[in-house]
């Protein structure tokens, strides 16, 4: 097997560990192929910056002209901090605070996309206050299943996420009464780390079916948002997402006209295959019938294993020994400390460096200080 990281092995050697190394020319690569292929029809992109905040990664992606979803005001600020227009800046979250709506009507963001008529009725009175009218859409939800971990799947009726098909009728009657705001767009996000098409299907078919209600209503709808949820192939960390058959799919069965915005939020799929989280091997362990292999990475820098069960593909890139199989785990006083559970890797001794891969969506801006330990810092390809 090629281990493409194999290259930057000696540098890797002299950094301390753990850290998150990012091979910018794989964003580049993944960026070109997201501009390209929705350009094509005309989508426009909002990266969710939740995937990745990295200062410089959110550099890179604001040279590439797309907007940024967010949400939170320190996202909001780092977004415009790093190149993102404001006005190509929306908002989101189920509970936007007052003083997080105050500092998005300051920065004057694109669009708040909103998720209940309690958050409705605070916009418009912050915004009265203000002295502004704040642009929203309507975060629905469709009541879709994702069918992906039960922690990102986002648009069932369960699910915190979204205002309830059911209300709409009056979400929109209360909304012809508010002064202060107005309505932009719908906007829907069903789920993460989603690799069925078919969702993506059901989704346009909803959109499609809500647009006909609105204009029942006599209600222009400028963006239509489909969300992010794009998933990767975390067995395969060199394999590019399925861009272009996700795009040409909400081309083709979105409706959409001239004077509409069709919009895609992706996070994960842009970021996560540029970035590994680098450890180094402290110990072998013997356990009755498991071999552990402990590295100086744990949950706090990387915690999607412990949260939602995922899969990273784990590489040796010290070794090409025989493979053998091992349980990796951190250092972390918590048995969910572990990174895979009897999986293969090259015979590995103390000291080898360790590549846990496609580490680069919800990786580090997900890392804690949990023991009081280091957060883990970031090393471009560019730079070694
Ligand atoms: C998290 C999120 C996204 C991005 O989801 P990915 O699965 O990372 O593509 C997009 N839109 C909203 C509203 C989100 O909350």
Redesign the pocket.
């Known amino acids: 097997m090629i281990k493409k990281l194999n290259k930057y092995l000696e540098k890797f050697k002299e950094l301390p560990t753990p850290f998150y190394f990012y091979d910018l020319d794989v964003l580049r690569n993944t960026l070109d192929i997201i501009k390209d292929e929705s350009e094509k029809y005309g989508i426009k992109i909002h990266y969710?910056i939740?995937?990745n905040s990295n200062p410089r990664i959110l550099q890179l992606i604001s040279l590439y002209g797309f907007g940024a979803?967010c949400?939170s005001m320190n996202e909001i600020e780092r977004a415009i901090s790093t190149g993102f227009k404001p006005k190509e800046v929306f908002f989101?979250?189920v509970g936007k605070a007052d003083k997080e709506i105050v500092s998005a009507l300051d920065a004057q963001i694109g669009c708040f996309?909103c998720e209940s008529v309690a958050e409705i009725e605070v916009i418009n009175s912050i915004a009265k206050n203000h002295a502004s009218v704040a642009d929203i859409a309507l975060?629905i939800n469709p009541n879709i299943e994702a069918h992906t971990h039960k922690y990102?799947t986002?648009g069932i009726e369960e699910s915190k996420f979204g205002i309830n098909i059911q209300d709409l009728k009056d979400v929109v009657s209360l909304i012809s009464k508010l002064e202060n705001i107005k309505l932009k767009g719908i906007?829907f996000?069903v789920?993460?780390?989603?690799d069925r098409m078919s969702v993506f299907t059901e989704l346009c078919k909803k959109i499609n079916e809500l647009q006909k209600w609105f204009s029942s209503q006599n209600i222009k709808l400028q963006i239509i948002n489909a969300?992010?949820?794009?998933?990767i192939d975390y067995e395969n960390p060199e394999k590019m997402p399925e861009f272009q058959q996700y795009f040409s799919l909400l081309n083709k069965l979105v409706d959409f006209n001239n004077d509409q915005e069709l919009h895609a939020?992706?996070?994960?799929?842009?970021v996560a295959q540029c970035g590994s989280l680098i450890s180094k091997v402290l110990y072998i362990k013997k356990g009755v019938n498991t071999c552990f292999v402990i590295i100086d990475a744990g949950m706090t820098d990387l915690i999607r294993p412990a949260l939602y069960q995922a899969v990273h593909k784990i590489e040796n890139l010290s070794s090409d020994g025989k493979i053998f199989r091992y349980d990796i785990v951190g250092p972390i006083c918590e048995s969910s400390d572990t990174f895979a559970k009897d999986t293969e890797l090259n015979e590995t001794s103390r000291g080898d460096i360790i590549a846990i891969r496609s580490a680069g969506?919800?990786g580090e801006v997900m890392a804690s200080r949990y023991n009081l330990r280091d957060l883990p810092y970031s090393v471009f390809s560019d730079d070694i």
């Not at 789920?191 to 989603?194: E, H, L």
Request: no cysteine; net charge positive.
């Open positions: 969710a939740k995937a979803d949400v989101a979250g996309n975060r990102i986002t906007h996000h789920g993460s780390q989603i969300g992010g949820g794009l998933g939020e992706p996070g994960r799929s842009v969506a919800y």
